[in-house]
């Protein structure tokens, strides 16, 4: 098995945008990680998409070139764009390709996402009277965490302060204001405990990253990042999880926690050699369960860590420097690779005011997407 380099990231920002296409936001993404990495669309062999709306993602082809390569379309929740992104990288592994395209892209109407209860096997009325908001089961996830961790309303409304102040240093961020703690536990309550300004929205956007064999990725970039690990999983019997909570006596632990353990042996590194971190942040709480589920520490340890500013950019665990998904919005098949192109920013020190200090040299990017799938990738150089 060879080794995978990311030679190039493209962004096109996230927001709202229009009548514009999510099929020619990619296709700006991609563009962009091709200028990034110094290669021509001709050069790439083969693809991955990844689009919850978009049910041709192969179709962004068309804008840059009907060159005839393999173009593979994937859909996993908010998991997508991790999928994609180990699909291409194993591909590349294998000995198959030299030189892919991930890409993610979506454009999703405002307002809260709701599940097809067609896939969850419940009646179509569950879902028209609400029993499938996001916003709910993020809310009982959070609620039943804090209650059995000594977890605060005010840690859940540090971490959205943070993302927006993160957010603001990121041109490409959907929401670019600040918002204080007090605004923020003072604002609308959606789902008890989390207010309005504790969720992230959906939006639009798109991010592409081209990879290559990592014995040849110096004929692009002087500065490779390495893909040491990219991981998906789904949850076990007894995970607590959409609608799953009562599925079994013993409670199994979440598809995060096996991921991540998977990524972390297929690196080599553990949590302690991390320099920065991304991290689903759906809602507030899902950064704060998420911190433990990676490893990055014990449940309940939040608390202080968060009033100990442990999680700021400057903080020896900076988490979401670019504004995550409350600042960003989640474009669902964006999410991960906007993950990743944060990430290739900050290791080459690129990363402008955001930028973390002392040189970081590892990062890592978790995705969750319900009602139980993850996804983890770790970079370095």
């Not at 096997?121 to 039943?144: C, D, Q, S, V």
């Not at 929401?175 to 992230?200: G, H, V, W």
């Not at 956007?205 to 500065?223: K, P, Q």
Request: proline share 6%; hydrophobic share 40%; aromatic share 8%.
């Amino acid at each position: 098995m060879v080794d995978v380099a990311i030679i190039g990231v493209g962004l096109h920002p996230f927001g709202r945008f229009g009548p514009k296409s999510a099929i020619d936001m990619g296709a700006d993404a991609i563009r962009a990680a091709l200028a990034d990495a110094g290669v021509q669309w001709a050069d790439v062999q083969f693809a991955f998409g990844g689009s919850f709306e978009v049910d041709n993602p192969d179709a962004v082809t068309s804008r840059l070139g009907l060159t005839g390569i393999p173009f593979m379309d994937v859909y996993n929740g908010c998991a997508t764009a991790a999928t994609a992104l180990s699909l291409t990288a194993d591909a590349i592994r294998s000995g198959q390709y030299d030189l892919g395209v991930a890409v993610g892209m979506d454009k999703h109407e405002p307002g809260a996402f709701t599940s097809d209860p067609v896939d969850y096997a419940a009646p179509p009325w569950y879902g028209e009277i609400g029993h499938f908001l996001t916003t709910k089961f993020f809310a009982m996830k959070i609620n039943r965490y804090m209650h059995d961790h000594g977890i605060s309303d005010r840690t859940l409304a540090r971490v959205a302060a943070k993302n927006y102040r993160n957010g603001v240093l990121n041109p490409n961020a959907f929401r670019r204001k600040p918002i204080s703690e007090d605004d923020i536990l003072a604002s609308r309550m959606l789902n008890y405990p989390l207010t309005q300004y504790m969720f992230c929205s959906p939006d639009e956007g798109a991010a592409a990253v081209v990879l290559c064999r990592a014995d040849i990725a110096h004929r692009y970039t002087s500065t490779p990042v390495y893909l040491r690990a990219s991981t998906v999983r789904t949850r076990r019997f007894g995970a607590f999880e959409v609608h799953a909570s009562w599925a079994a006596v013993e409670q199994d632990a979440a598809p995060t926690v096996y991921a991540s353990k998977a990524a972390y042996e297929q690196a080599g590194i553990g949590p302690d050699d991390v320099d920065v971190i991304q991290l689903q942040d759906t809602d507030a709480g899902a950064e704060v369960i998420h911190m433990a589920e990676n490893g990055f520490c014990a449940d309940g340890d939040q608390e202080q860590l968060l009033a100990d500013g442990a999680t700021e950019i400057g903080g020896p665990l900076p988490v979401n420097t670019d504004g995550g998904l409350i600042a960003n919005g989640e474009p669902i098949g964006a999410s991960g690779l906007r993950q990743v192109h944060e990430l290739v920013l900050q290791l080459r020190g690129q990363a402008g005011e955001r930028q973390v200090p002392g040189n970081p040299r590892v990062g890592y990017a978790q995705l969750y997407g319900a009602p139980g799938t993850a996804g983890v990738s770790i970079v370095s150089l």
